[in-house]
């Protein structure tokens, strides 16, 4: 099975004056037993003006509870995916406006453990004729592909390990939460969900946003959930209800708290000018 993760977007990590690397899909996720090999093509293209040269390596890569993300050197991690693959070509020339195919393949070893693993390909691109005098740095960019394989038998689970409050310290301010989820499965998951706040007859009087994330495997994600009014002082229920990606089953988490001080709606955006195109 192949399905693209949408989440984890390309890594630009770098600035190339007058050329844009790509490469498509940036993300991808398969399932194999272990033993089996895999095989996938990459599209690299320069969409900028001037030829670049291109060189492939791998890495691994993590998240922080932030969502802030850590890249390491190939088999750093104990669900590693890098030291099953292998690329070609390692280096290769792209002319202006030019694309090219780029080919790994992942080798999974017999004693595959199950769950997820994953690694990154990064891509880093120079101009191979620079201005004399201008610093090679400034004509680099690195992209980064990132995979993923699934290795069955796979087990989906979760909880809500907290929520903490973080009142406003200004009436225009808005009411902070942070719901803290943790991946107890073997498996990459897609987090989404919704943040709900009950008056003291059960009704539902606010909502607010909860951010998608993806929760890797066994790690520990912090989401952030802004609250704003208007809502008026009393006692109230907020409830983070989420799902990671099991259609049939949620988990949720409950904290009651009191507003203490009336909180404000969210700013008026009316008579504020837009900026020039």
């Known amino acids: 099975m192949k399905r693209i993760f949408p989440l984890l977007l390309p890594l630009a990590l770098g600035a190339l004056a007058q050329s844009t690397l790509g490469v498509e899909p940036p993300v991808l996720l398969e399932e194999a037993k272990p033993g089996e090999s895999l095989t996938q093509t990459l599209l690299v293209h320069n969409v900028g003006t001037r030829p670049v040269r291109v060189r492939v390596s791998l890495g691994d890569w993590t998240y922080d509870p932030m969502g802030k993300i850590q890249f390491l050197p190939p088999g750093t991690l104990k669900e590693s995916a890098s030291p099953w693959t292998a690329f070609s070509p390692a280096e290769f020339l792209l002319g202006a406006k030019e694309s090219r195919p780029l080919t790994y393949t992942l080798t999974l070893p017999k004693d595959a453990a199950p769950g997820t693993h994953w690694g990154v390909l990064f891509l880093e691109s120079e101009d191979p004729n620079p201005p004399p005098g ?134 008026s955006r009316e008579g504020e000018k837009g900026g020039t195109p």
Do not use: C, W
């Open 134 to 267: 201008v610093p090679l740095a400034i004509f680099r960019v690195r992209m980064a592909h990132i995979f993923y394989v699934n290795v069955p038998p796979l087990k989906t689970s979760g909880r809500i390990t907290g929520i903490v409050p973080s009142p406003p310290q200004r009436p225009q301010d808005p009411f902070r939460f942070a719901l803290q989820y943790q991946n107890t499965g073997n498996t990459a998951q897609k987090l989404s969900g919704r943040f709900e706040v009950r008056d003291a007859t059960g009704k539902k009087v606010a909502e607010a946003e909860v951010e998608e994330v993806v929760v890797l495997p066994g790690q520990v994600r912090v989401l952030p959930v802004a609250l704003v009014g208007p809502l008026p002082v009393g006692n109230y229920t907020a409830l983070a209800i989420l799902n990671y990606g099991d259609p049939a089953k949620d988990v949720a988490a409950d904290l009651p708290f009191v507003l203490r001080a009336p909180l404000a709606p969210p700013p």
